[in-house]
Structures are given as structure tokens and as C-alpha cells.
């Protein structure tokens, strides 16, 4: 029988299971099946990847776009109960919030984001980050948006990103590009 210990979580394996043991104050001791394992193992992987995927690179606040520019973007979440349409908060090329009363999922509950700009469209594996009730708020994690430690866009939502930074940046930080009436 081989053991690790984490903290207060000793977790030993047994012939037909996992044993799992907090030690503390309180005792408490589970056994998990083998049969139950690959479930339990989804779980870590998806919060992992979660974790270690977190706000990497900038992202931009659509309410500082004129609203009528912002609103081209139409994000859709579709899952298997369907597809609802939801209200862009903020973008990144990693990820993406969105406002709808609709609740997605728990952290680490997978969908595709469909952004679609003008005559441009995206769909995208993401899954749910976290979602704050308060403000009806859900954040996204593009799926295999990061490789190598670096973001690793999709050319559709490059191209989506692009063009609202553009917009962003020649609106919120009132850029006059020098020489641009000479030309």
C-alpha cells in the first residue's frame, strides 16, 4: 500500500479503492472505488486546468466602446440544454465574461462561446471560471487557448480581439495618430 500526505489529507490506495483521510481535529475517512476514479480524476483535471489558466493577457472592457460599435458582438453560450444569448462583459484572447440570468454551470462545467462580429465568427470550447450571482456574471476560459505558457489565439477571435482593441484603444485612450492628417 503506498501513501501521500497534503496538509491534513493523507491519501492512501488499497486493493480495490482510495482511501482518503483527514486528519485533524475532526476524523474523517472515504473510500473510493478504482471504478470511481476517472470521475474523481476529470474533476482535479478540469480544476487544474482552470487554475492554471487564469487571466492571462489583457482584456477589454466593452462598456468603454460607444455602444453602438460594442454591440456588434453577439456572444452566444451553447451547451446541451441549448443555447442562450448573453451580454459581453469583458474579452480576452484567453476568455471571456458575460452577463445573463441564466447559470451556467459550476466552475469547471464546459460550453462553446460563439462570438459573432460583423460578418466574422468564432466558436470556442470554454469552460466556466466563475460565475457571481450578485451581478448575474459568468467568466469563461478559452480551452486550448494558451500553449507553451503563451496565448494562442483561434485566427477568428485574433481577428475579433483586434478590431475591438482597435476601437478601444482610438476611444478610451483618445489616440490622435500623428502624421494621420498629412497623409
Partial sequence: MSEI???NLLIRTKEESVEFEFIGKGFACVDVACSELP???GFFNSYLR???NRRTGFRITLSQIKSHLAD?????VAMRQGQVTAKPIDLSLTG???ESSYHFGRAGATVDIILNYG???A????IVV????????TAFHFVDSINDGEADPTPELEFIFRELESLWLDQCLQLEWAGAAEL
Fill in 130 to 137: 466563475r460565475h457571481e450571482g450578485a451581478v448575474d456574471h
Fill in 39 to 41: 470521475e474523481l480524476l
Fill in 5 to 7: 500526505r497534503t496538509g
Fill in 96 to 98: 471571456i465574461c458575460v
Fill in 72 to 76: 456588434r458582438l453577439c456572444v452566444t
Fill in 123 to 126: 466558436v470556442l470550447p470554454a
Fill in 50 to 52: 482552470m487554475q492554471s
Fill in 119 to 121: 460578418q466574422h465568427h
